[in-house]
């Protein structure tokens, strides 16, 4: 087995280094603010205690936000997530904490302080998130890793980790079919494998797979096992207990539960009218006269997708392409003609998809969500990847988690990468939050600022 010496020492720096932040924070606001007790040691010395408080309610509360959890596949959007709502709940402890006591120390203006703070925190999480995931590219703070039981879905993670050098994964080929225990062990020994990934899709048999298990645990290797993606059930249920007993209860969403709802409701709302009114009152008639000026035909382009629970609605775009009659059977690609100048421009930016926000207003898309496909795309991959239509199960969005990332779904060994963005799609509607609906829609804009390099 690989051994890992310096993980749990690399989660202590960065403990202590957020820590070292939140006391440098806060003495600068309490020295700035108490002059005359910047050299009165008695008051350094009770105020110590309000320090390690502080410090003591950072550490607990990670442990319910997992901030120092951090996994190799980690996304920068799930990893702001965390971190917003933790700053969140640090921040409101704090607010508690300074209103049941008179300690001076808590006296500090809340409003600047946590805009300071989190600066700060943002800042110094964000260049070690991003300086770790540099060091994986380069071949450092690796994992490896080796795979049983060849699958569609084995081919895909694979696919993964040899594009996401960041993940920091070294995959070791094991070319022998036939499971023989001396040999995997050998294997094991001679390439230091720290996780086996093993196929639920394999070939073997239950002895087999009882004997694999066995070994790894003598051997004190990591097991993950890859379900299929074609499983029926695969997203159907939830692993409950009942005193000790587990069960399988049906999946609920986050979005099943009406408080849930109502908050993204209200968001998609103010967040439309607001873009519509401040940045589409201006820029519709700009780009609507470059459409026209350019090529022949209307301004807007109306194209039928499935929306919520797969009822049929009418897409509102910018039209990008010349009049053509393939506009609804035929996806993009690479250079593709009957995109224009001005059409190609609008792509690259997403600005083509500025009146989609009329759709969120009427109810029929979301501001963020699955991104919908014409409907020859949906039915057409819909038999052919398990719990697809699990995407409807709610609205679609303007633009979603596959879409920050990069997944397209349109690019190299498509049906591949539609499986990529198909689980994304699924793991957004099994962990939908607001904050997540926050970073997701904070990533757009930048990506609409610096323009989309996979955009067609």
Not at 176 to 191: D, R, T, Y
Not at 378 to 394: A, E, T
């Amino acid at each position: 087995m690989q051994r890992i010496r310096y993980s749990r020492y690399l989660k202590s720096i960065i403990m202590l280094l957020d820590l070292t932040v939140i006391a440098s924070i806060f003495i600068f606001f309490f020295i700035s603010r108490n002059e005359s007790l910047k050299y009165n040691k008695e008051t350094w010395y009770q105020n110590i205690f309000s320090l390690i408080l502080l410090f003591l309610f950072w550490v607990l509360l990670s442990g319910r936000t997992k901030i120092y959890n951090i996994p190799r596949n980690l996304t920068y959007t799930l990893f702001l997530e965390r971190l917003l709502i933790h700053f969140l709940f640090f921040i409101l402890g704090v607010l508690l904490i300074g209103k049941v006591s008179n300690n001076v120390f808590f006296s500090s203006d809340i409003y600047w302080l946590s805009l300071y703070l989190f600066i700060f925190i943002f800042l110094v999480k964000s260049l070690i998130y991003f300086a770790i995931k540099y060091l994986r590219s380069l071949g450092a703070n690796y994992r490896n890793v080796m795979f049983l039981g060849d699958s569609h879905s084995t081919e895909i993670l694979k696919n993964i980790f040899t594009d996401r050098k960041d993940y920091g994964y070294r995959i070791f080929e094991y070319e022998n079919s036939n499971i023989n225990s001396n040999e995997l062990v050998a294997f094991w020994k001679k390439n230091g494998i720290h996780t086996l990934f093993l196929s639920m899709e394999n070939s073997y048999n239950e002895w087999i797979q009882n004997e694999i298990f066995k070994l790894a645990e003598d051997n004190k290797i990591h097991i993950s096992l890859i379900p299929s993606i074609t499983q029926s059930d695969f997203f159907l249920y939830d692993l409950g207990y009942i005193q000790t007993q587990p069960v399988l209860n049906q999946a609920r969403y986050p979005l099943d539960y009406y408080s849930n709802f109502l908050m993204k409701r209200t968001f998609d709302i103010l967040f439309s009218v607001i873009i519509l009114v401040f940045i589409c009152s201006w820029v519709f008639p700009i780009i609507a006269v470059l459409i026209k000026a350019t090529s022949k035909g209307p301004v807007f382009f109306l194209q039928k997708r499935y929306g919520f629970h797969e009822e049929v609605f009418n897409c509102i775009k910018f039209r990008t392409m010349v009049v053509n009659d393939e506009s609804t059977t035929k996806t993009t690609s690479v250079n593709d003609s009957r995109i224009t100048k001005v059409g190609k421009f609008l792509r690259k930016t997403s600005l083509d998809e500025l009146p989609q926000f009329i759709n969120v207003l009427k109810g029929e898309m979301s501001v963020v969500g699955p991104r919908p496909h014409m409907l020859s795309v949906d039915n057409y991959y819909k038999p052919k990847i398990g719990r697809y239509s699990l995407r409807s199960m709610v609205s679609p969005g303007i633009t979603g988690l596959a879409q920050v990332n990069g997944l397209r779904g349109d690019f190299g060994d498509v049906e591949v990468e539609m499986k990529k963005r198909v689980l994304a799609d699924a793991f957004y509607v099994r962990n939908w939050s607001f904050v997540l609906d926050l970073v997701i829609t904070l990533k757009t804009v930048f990506l609409v600022i610096g323009g989309d390099k996979n955009a067609k």
